[in-house]
C-alpha cells in the first residue's frame, strides 16, 4: 500500500511539474516580454498567428511572416525588425553589426 501511495504521489508530482512548465512562456510574457510578429523564421513562431492558418508554436512555415510573433524583450521588437501589431508581408530581420 505504502509503494502505491508512493507511485500516485510521484506523478501528482510530474503531471504538476509538467504543467508548470507548459504556462511558464505566459508567465514570462506578462511582465518583460511582449509580442513581436515578423521576427520568427519557419518553425520558430511561439503560437498560433493572427491568419488562422495555423493554430500551434512552432509550425510557421515563412521566414519572418508578419503574421506570425514570437516574444521579445519589452521595447526590442523593432529593433529586431519585427512590429508589435501583425501586418501582411514579411518583417525584416535585424542586420548584425
Known sequence: ?????????ALAAAV?????LAASPVFAAEGSKEKCYGISK???NDCANS???HSCA???????DGQDWKYAAKGSC????GKSESFK???MPAKSS
Request: net charge positive.
Open 78 to 81: 523593432e529593433k529586431l525588425g
Open 42 to 44: 519557419a518553425g520558430e
Open 51 to 53: 491568419a488562422g492558418t
Open 58 to 64: 512552432g509550425n510557421s512555415t515563412v521566414n519572418y
Open 89 to 91: 508581408g514579411r518583417g
Open 16 to 20: 504538476a511539474g509538467a504543467l508548470g
Open 1 to 9: 500500500m505504502v509503494k502505491n501511495t508512493f507511485n500516485q504521489f
